[in-house]
């Protein structure tokens, strides 16, 4: 009777993971930095346009960082109202952009970086310029708000180094050690990780620890940069056990999954 019971659970646990690998088979995006399909990309331009507001593509390709990393590149602009002068209030007209350059969240273990043509103006009356802004880089570093939040929350879940946050995300240790000391100096409940309800786009991370002989996982919300969920494994595990825990509700409602391979659940 024991036994019996024993087989159907593993039976049981077999199907369920059946279906869950059918399930991520579909909405996965698999990243390869050596072969990469122009379809894949126009999939990840797709992404970038659904999670960051009135982005507009114009190019996304495979680049170098200059330590010869690969690195996806999002081309693009950022729509917004024409401002007015902040000086006379009067109308202004278009005088051309330029391109700003920031690093942004990782798709996988692939560095991501926007470039972003930001438009200028030119008011007649008072011969000033006025540029275009958005809300989508940090103030003090060329890097993404979503790309600070994301190493805020790796900083305050404490497994990661700084030296591998910067391995993870491309961003100088440096300016990690800069966040860090912000977060640390921030209240505290505007760090406290918010609850989200189930995002529709996700990068996994999964990263080896050299100090501690250990891989860790991580899954962030491409939404957001919020770190969803962080523990010790490989990817296949984790994103199991995560899914284990918000429930079938939240794999429901995931449109798009980023990962470095397909999953091989054992
Ligand atoms: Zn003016």
């Known amino acids: 009777m024991c036994i019996h019971s024993e087989e159907n659970s593993t039976k049981d646990i077999e199907s369920t993971k059946n279906l869950l690998v059918k399930k991520l088979s579909k909405i996965t995006l698999t990243i390869d930095s050596e072969n990469i399909e122009e379809d ?27 330590q010869e990393k690969p690195v996806l590149i999002f081309k693009g602009k950022v729509k917004t109202d024409t401002p007015n002068c902040p000086h006379c209030g009067g109308n202004v007209h ?80 440096n300016i990690v050690k800069k966040i860090d000391n912000r977060r640390l100096s921030e209240e505290k409940n505007q760090t406290l990780m918010q609850a989200e309800s189930s995002p529709r786009f996700i990068s996994i991370i999964e990263f080896f620890l050299k100090d501690v002989q250990k891989y860790v996982t991580t899954i962030l919300s491409l939404e957001t940069g919020h770190v969803l969920w962080i523990a010790y494994g490989k990817k296949e595990q984790v994103l199991y056990d995560f899914l284990d825990q918000v429930g079938e509700n939240w794999l429901n409602c995931i449109e798009c999954l980023v990962s470095d391979t397909n999953f091989e659940f054992k």
């Open 94 to 173: 278009k005088d051309g952009f330029y391109t700003i350059s920031i690093l942004h969240l990782p798709f996988a273990s692939m560095m991501v970086k926007l470039e972003i043509d930001k438009e200028r103006f030119y008011c007649p009356h008072c011969k000033l310029l006025v540029i275009q802004k958005f809300s989508l880089k940090t103030p003090e570093h060329r890097i993404s708000l979503m790309l600070e939040q994301s190493i805020k929350d790796m900083l305050e879940k404490n497994i990661f180094t700084m030296k591998e946050i910067s391995l993870i995300t491309g961003v100088c240790r």
């Open 40 to 66: 894949l990309l126009q999939n990840f331009s797709n992404i970038l346009s659904s999670t960051i507001q009135d982005f507009i593509s114009k190019k996304t390709y495979i680049g170098k960082t200059k």
